[in-house]
């Protein structure tokens, strides 16, 4: 069997990274299996440790992908918007406390859908490390997005208010299809907006 080029490899790596992160945002870190990764990148099983020491490996890595591909989707909300902040971060509310993005959890913020097998992890493992980057990372992009003024919001206010949306986010799921879930998305979007 001919050996790949480092090009190639680095292309299979990438298409493992992104098809775990994808696939660990819609079913979970436990619900997935590392053949059904490889299977999704359109690889073999037996190539996984070529490219990865440990499925943790591969989470933390993934994890930090699914953080790092909602960066040009902050961007573009203010970039619609320009100066007008408070436009930017209505859209971003609404969007994000809607019921598409609700039900979209593989497309979805990985703050939201990673948080619960997270909170269960070994507190001092690399996946923990790489969620805790990749929140910080997303509190800084979102620090301009989410202030309506003309400054952007403190960290301190922008902690708040993503905390109040991924656990909106988080809890709105969990209730799918009782009409509390509704009302929670609601909720949190009239109390964001109204600020």
């Known amino acids: 069997m001919p050996r790949v080029s480092r090009q190639e490899a680095n292309q299979h790596r990438m298409e493992v990274v992104d098809a775990a992160s994808r696939l660990f945002l819609e079913h979970g870190i436990d ?15 037996g190539g996984f ?7 943790e490996a591969l989470v933390a890595e993934a994890c930090l992908k699914a953080f790092e591909d909602k960066r040009a989707t902050f961007e573009g909300f203010i970039e ?13 509310i609404e969007r994000y406390t809607s019921k ?15 948080s619960g097998d997270l909170a269960r ?12 980057t990749g929140m910080s ?19 301190e ?22 009409p509390i879930s509704d009302e929670i998305l609601q909720s949190v ?5 109204d600020k």
């Open 100 to 114: 598409k993005h609700r039900d979209a959890i593989g497309a979805g913020c990985p703050a939201a859908a990673m």
């Open 121 to 132: 992890d070994n507190p001092r493992g690399s996946v923990r490390a790489a969620f805790a």
């Open 137 to 155: 990372t997303l509190v800084d992009r979102l620090a301009p997005l989410l202030s309506g003024k003309k400054k952007p919001a403190t960290r």
């Open 49 to 55: 440790y070529g490219h990865f020491s440990s499925k």
């Open 31 to 45: 619900g997935v299996s590392i053949p059904e990764v490889m299977a999704e990148a359109g690889l073999t099983h």
């Open 157 to 178: 206010e922008t902690l708040a208010q993503i905390a109040m949306l991924v656990g909106g986010l988080v809890l709105a799921r969990s209730t799918k299809g009782h």
């Open 80 to 92: 619609r918007h320009g100066a007008d902040r408070k436009a930017a971060r209505t859209e971003f």
């Open 189 to 193: 979007r009239s109390s964001l907006i």
